[in-house]
């Protein structure tokens, strides 16, 4: 299944990699992260009144270059919130269209919808320090991002990370960071749409997130479900899913579509 972002099967990343310190860290005055050239120190360095974590930011929208890696102040949970350790986050079209455009919570901002990582610490009695979850941010709205070392949310946006296929914690948790935002909305458009037992069903960008989620939805119903798709190497990715009849060109569809 695609990951977000509508790039076939290109593995979709956050930019750069969190987990590892930056090479020309300075101890003096505070931890200090390099990031596109420029280094940013933890607001709160030298005094470290509270522990730092480092976070993908913007303080102004434009191209890729405005990111920057940051030092934050390490996010505290709430009455029912649960603190994440992020291992993944993924990379939906939202992002980059609030990194580009004129919209967003206030600046500077972290980016990022959908955390898979590991609970720290909850305020919460379904989540316990230890378990692996997932979660659907909604960036714009709670101006949480999940493109950073730590993440709080509220626990109602929570659920347990998918166990199956596990072969590591990193590599489950990965995959997983693909699901909430994609198997959100694909739900959501099949339940609206009304899709049940006998119908035909025709799905747009079905080799995407939201479309190969929604084919295997569709079938799950009992419905017939056909397929268009964007490129000749979709094709078969989309039958593959489950889809019928699948097309390339929209003039191509049959009338009965």
Not at 30 to 53: D, E, I, N, Y
Request: hydrophobic share 40%.
């Amino acid at each position: 299944m695609d990951r977000p972002g509508g790039r076939g099967t290109e593995p979709d990343r956050t930019g750069p990699d969190l987990s590892r310190p930056a090479p020309d860290a300075d101890v003096g005055e505070g931890r200090r992260t390099r990031s596109f050239g420029r280094l940013t120190p933890c607001p709160l360095a030298p005094q470290r009144r509270s522990p730092c974590t480092r976070s993908n930011q913007i303080a102004r929208h434009g191209g890729p270059e405005v990111l920057s890696v940051r030092e934050i102040p390490r996010p505290t949970p709430g009455v029912g919130e649960v603190l994440i350790r992020t291992v993944a986050s993924s990379l939906n079209p939202v992002e980059w269209k609030t990194r580009a455009w004129e919209v967003g919570p206030q600046l500077p901002a972290t980016l990022g919808w959908d955390p898979a990582g590991v609970v720290t610490a909850s305020h919460h009695s379904r989540y316990r320090p230890g378990d692996q979850v997932i979660a659907m941010s909604a960036q714009l709205a709670t101006s949480r991002g999940t493109w950073t070392e730590q993440v709080s949310q509220p626990a109602r946006l929570l659920a347990a990370a998918p166990t199956t296929l596990a072969l590591a914690l990193a590599l489950a948790l990965e995959g997983a960071a693909a699901l909430p935002l994609a198997g959100i909305t694909a739900p959501q458009a099949l339940s609206r749409a009304a899709v049940t037992d006998g119908d035909n069903a025709l799905i747009t960008g079905a080799a995407g997130a939201v479309g190969g989620i929604a084919v295997q939805l569709a079938r799950r119903t009992g419905a017939t479900v056909d397929a268009l798709v964007a490129r000749l190497e979709h094709l078969d990715a989309a039958r593959e899913l489950g889809a019928k009849d699948v097309w390339r060109i929209r003039a191509g569809l049959p009338r009965r579509t």
